[in-house]
């Protein structure tokens, strides 16, 4: 019997799922020489520039749609930068070539470096504002949770389509004064907290998987680009997400209206913010709940990333061992 190779579904070529490794492994590499050292800045833009490194690699015809900021801020992964060699299948990026700088710089857990690539014209070109989101992992029925509903009530019907008690529950929110209502509602219901600095790529993508993470849900306001990329990375995995742009003052409505966005109140589901076959990227900087941080041995770098694309909804984990150090 001959061995017939099973056809590649349509959308992305699925041999750039593997390619995109190599992009967030170098981009977190450079970022984790500089853990710890209280620099920001110096860590981002060494993760900023081997990214844009390797992608500069890759066979496509890409634009950066979700990126370091606008032209006029952001020297290089700009929104709209060309990357790619310029040949291949037109595609729009994401990234975030180090996901939670400060905690890298502090060396605390679950800084990332992160990026989606999409069919062109499939992710939402969102202004760098911030983002109300509400996201659960998969599992449970479609709406379960509503951004338009009370807090309490997110978490009563989680618990319940869970069947637990909502003091089982544990929610993930950003430690900021902005959410001190949020905070206060979630406790009413008895559930737990877990307060984070940054990092809410992660902490969306942690409601996947509550057993290893200790994460039910994610609630509260964060940014937009990152709300994106979380988007797209649970259209791989499964789950729910929306998310509701933050415009609040008329210069922010008019720059979302420059990128196309007509309705301000709008809420987007997981769908709309990331459409299409999706792929996506992580690699951790510093260890994490479901990634291992960047380690540094005498011969080699170790790396551990997590890589998945929509349409196959796989998801593989690459624990790699670099030893061409020249490189890293
Ligand atoms: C979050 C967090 C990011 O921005 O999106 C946050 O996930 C939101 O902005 O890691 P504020 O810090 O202003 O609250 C980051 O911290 C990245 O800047």
């Known amino acids: 019997m001959t061995f017939m190779p099973k056809s590649p579904q349509a959308g992305l070529d699925r041999i750039l799922t593997l390619e995109l490794v190599r992009v967030t492994e170098r981009a977190a590499v450079a970022a984790a020489r500089l853990r710890g050292r209280g620099d920001e800045k110096d860590a981002d833009q060494a993760a900023v520039d081997a990214m844009r490194t390797e992608l500069n690699c890759l066979p496509i015809q890409g634009t950066v749609v979700i990126g370091e900021g606008e032209r006029d801020e952001a020297p290089m992964l700009y929104i709209g930068e ?33 990026i989606a690539i999409a069919e062109r014209g499939s992710l939402l070109y969102a202004p760098d504002v911030y983002m109300e989101k509400i996201a659960v992992g998969p599992g449970y029925p479609e709406g379960i949770v509503d951004l338009d509903a009370p807090a309490a009530e997110n978490i009563e019907n989680l618990a319940k389509a869970k069947g637990v008690q909502p003091s089982d529950i ?47 849900i994610y609630m509260g306001i964060g940014g937009a680009p990152e709300g994106v990329l979380a988007a797209a990375a649970l259209r791989c995995i499964g789950g729910q997400m929306q998310g509701r742009l933050q415009l609040n003052t008329d210069e922010k409505v008019a720059r979302a209206e420059n990128m196309g966005i007509t309705d301000p109140a709008k809420v987007y589901r997981m769908d709309e913010m990331a459409r299409g076959d999706v792929l996506f990227a992580a690699t951790g900087v510093t260890d994490g709940n479901l990634l291992a941080g960047v380690k540094f041995a005498r011969e080699s770098v170790q790396t551990h990333t997590i890589v998945m694309r929509s349409s196959s909804r796989t998801v593989r984990e690459i624990k790699a061992r670099h030893q061409d150090l020249d490189k890293f």
């Open 170 to 216: 544990t929610a993930c929110i950003l430690d900021r004064p902005r959410h001190a209502r949020l905070v206060e509602e979630v406790r009413a219901t008895g559930a737990a907290i877990r307060l984070i600095g940054d990092g809410d790529v992660a902490g969306v993508i942690h409601t996947t998987d509550p057993e290893e993470t200790g994460i039910d």
């Open 82 to 114: 060309e990357v790619g060699v310029g040949d291949g299948p037109e595609v729009d990026i994401a990234l975030d070539p180090l996901e939670g700088t400060t905690i890298c710089a502090k060396n605390l857990p679950n800084a990332l470096a992160v």
